[in-house]
């Protein structure tokens, strides 16, 4: 049973910093894609970022130069470092995995992020 659980979310001030994981198990984490997504309360999921096996990035235009996707495959776990948060990043924040690129198989629950003005 593959299970994605997020980490690290919470209430900072605009310009602040946090780091989100996502820890995998289940599943052969090294062979998986992994992307955080992001959900505003009524609007549309949206992309964040991505990492894919090769340890390739990617990220949507609104975060380049200040999130950061990592991953760690030995601990079966890939990192959000979001630093210089914006209001408009507040959403929930999902991590997500797949096998074949840009097609994510496997979601988690969520966690929230509040950034204050």
């Known amino acids: 049973q593959v299970q994605l659980v997020e980490s690290g979310g919470g209430l900072v001030q605009a310009g602040g910093s946090l780091r989100l994981s996502c820890a995998a198990s289940?599943?052969?984490?090294?062979?998986?894609?992994m992307g955080w997504f992001r959900q505003a309360p009524g609007k549309e999921r949206e992309f964040v970022a991505r990492i894919r096996s090769n340890g390739n990035t990617y990220y949507t235009d609104s975060v380049k130069g200040r999130f950061t996707i990592s991953r760690d495959n030995t601990k079966n776990t890939v990192n959000l470092q979001m630093n210089n948060l914006k209001p408009e990043d507040t959403a929930a924040y999902y991590c997500?995995?797949?096998?074949?690129?840009?097609?994510?198989?496997?979601w988690g629950q969520g966690t929230q992020v509040t950034v204050s003005s």
């Open positions: 289940g599943l052969t984490f090294s062979n998986y894609h």
């Open positions: 997500a995995a797949g096998l074949l690129y840009g097609d994510y198989k496997y």
